[in-house]
């Protein structure tokens, strides 16, 4: 019984200490309000299609980029949901909704069908999007970014930050704090990233 404590303690000394030694993982900082927001180019997935987007190409809109773990897990799922459902009224007040992950586009096409979400997921295989945005590197040992989400004006800056987000009332708080009316009216045009771009997801 004394050697079998001794390996226990042996072993608990081994594994804080690996823990304390282990290598950090450089993270960026959060975006502040009012900071320009950086810039991208990257690839997204619209319905089943897969076009390119970048930030520049959204100038003039009010953008909400939020950054999530993992296509099709709980949390992320009611998160999407959450925006699917009240995606008419972001439409209507000319909002652009981006979703931003690590997953390859395969997985953001059977995520997009299987809860019919009518908004792009942005594609960051090399996490080049999170890292600007402070939201790499969430879930260390998986590789998952952060649940983290921006609001981007129309002038290419920070207007808000969520850093600490609840998936099943983030979209609803956004709507309530950008004041967006709980009766939509028709859509404006170009709320969708590839017509605001000038490109047609389909064409590609």
Same mark, same amino acid.
């Given at each position: ?5 001794? =390996?226990?303690?042996?072993? =608990?000394? *081994?594994?804080?200490?690996? #823990? ?9 900082? *959060?975006?502040? %309000? +009012?900071?320009?927001? %950086? ?10 299609? #897969? ?11 009010? =953008?909400?980029?939020? !950054? ?14 959450? !925006?699917?459902? +009240? ?7 000319? *909002?652009?909704? &981006? ?19 009518? !908004? %792009?997921? &942005? ?24 649940? #983290? ?15 600490? =987000? ?20 028709? %859509? ?17």
């Amino acid at each position: 019984m004394k050697t079998l404590a001794i =390996v226990v303690v042996v072993i =608990v000394v *081994l594994v804080g200490a690996a #823990i304390v030694l282990r290598p950090r993982i450089a993270r960026a900082a *959060l975006l502040k %309000p +009012g900071q320009l927001a %950086p810039a991208f180019s990257t690839q997204m997935v619209e319905g089943d299609q #897969i076009a390119p987007i970048s930030l520049s190409d959204l100038r003039g809109k009010t =953008v909400v980029l939020y !950054f999530y773990p993992k296509d099709d897990t709980p949390g992320c799922t009611k998160e999407a949901c959450a !925006f699917r459902d +009240g995606f008419s009224r972001f439409q209507s007040a000319g *909002l652009v909704v &981006l979703g931003c992950s690590v997953q390859d586009s395969d997985s953001h096409r059977a995520f997009i069908k299987k809860y019919n979400l009518p !908004f %792009p997921l &942005l594609m960051d295989p090399d996490k080049k999007i999170a890292n600007e945005y402070g939201a790499a590197n969430g879930i260390p040992i998986l590789g998952l970014d952060r649940r #983290i989400t921006y609001i981007i004006g129309p002038d290419g800056k920070i207007e808000k930050v969520y850093p600490h =987000v609840d998936p099943s009332i983030n979209a609803t708080q956004i709507l309530s704090d950008l004041k967006v009316s709980e009766h939509p009216a028709a %859509p404006v045009a170009a709320a969708s990233p590839a017509q605001a771009s000038g490109t047609s997801a389909a064409s590609r």
